[in-house]
């Protein structure tokens, strides 16, 4: 039976469009059940309803407390019955209760080498640090804001000339290589959350997650 996939989304949905296509392309063995977005104007809303997909909003404006969209989101996301849960550019910050529900359920992807740079800004950081490279992480969501163990990592080098803007097109083109790939490990059933450790084919990643080859293939 294939993986059940949600996604939660805040705007265009580039990388949700990689997972939709790599799902389409049997590269996945998963099927999206739910795009799920906390913006009605959200453009990743139009990719799924181009793919077949079912969508759904709710807006993060509606509820004055964080945990009551929060129970919102996860009520609608437990009436599809999800294997697994994808943040695919979904900007807000989850609560321990939601975490808890879909413990080792949970994927996310951030543009940095975690656990450098957590939060927001990630590439003006790498280049007012005068760092050589930066480039994105897949990993377990967590209670701890982008401290979930890592799965996947693709590094990404920083050029002479180099802004925050061009820096975060090259290290998008990364995401979308890494997180297919990663998803498509889950849906398989090759990856595992364990003892808060990220485990692939049965023995424990690195701490910084298996290092993406830019030569392999994306899933």
């Known amino acids: 039976m294939s993986c059940r996939i949600a996604f939660l989304i805040s705007g265009s949905g580039s990388n949700l469009q990689a997972l939709l296509d790599a799902c389409a392309e049997g590269r996945i063995e998963g099927r999206p059940v739910l795009v799920l977005s906390n913006r009605a104007d959200a453009y990743g809303l139009e990719r799924a309803r181009r793919a077949g997909v079912p969508t759904a909003t709710i807006e993060h404006t509606d509820f004055a407390q964080r945990a009551d969209f929060d129970a919102a989101l996860a ?5 599809h019955r999800p294997d697994l849960v994808v943040l695919a550019g979904f900007m807000r910050i989850l609560t321990p209760e939601f975490v808890q529900q879909f413990e080792g359920r949970l994927l996310n992807i951030h543009p940095s080498l975690l656990p450098r740079y957590p939060g ?5 950081r ?3 640090a005068g760092d050589r ?3 994105a992480t897949v990993h377990f969501v967590t209670e701890q804001l982008d401290g979930g163990p890592a799965v996947l990592q693709a590094r990404v080098p920083i050029l002479p000339g180099d802004n925050a803007q061009l820096l975060a097109a090259r290290v998008l083109e990364a995401e979308h290589k890494i997180y297919p790939r990663a998803v498509s490990w889950f849906a398989s059933g090759r990856l595992q959350l364990k003892a808060d450790q990220a485990w692939l084919d049965g023995q424990p990643l690195p701490p910084t997650g298996q290092a993406h080859q830019s030569g392999s293939q994306p899933c």
């Open 120 to 124: 927001l800004n990630t590439h003006q």
């Open 75 to 79: 009520q609608v996301l437990q009436e």
């Open 126 to 128: 790498a280049l007012e």
């Open 133 to 135: 490279e930066t480039g």
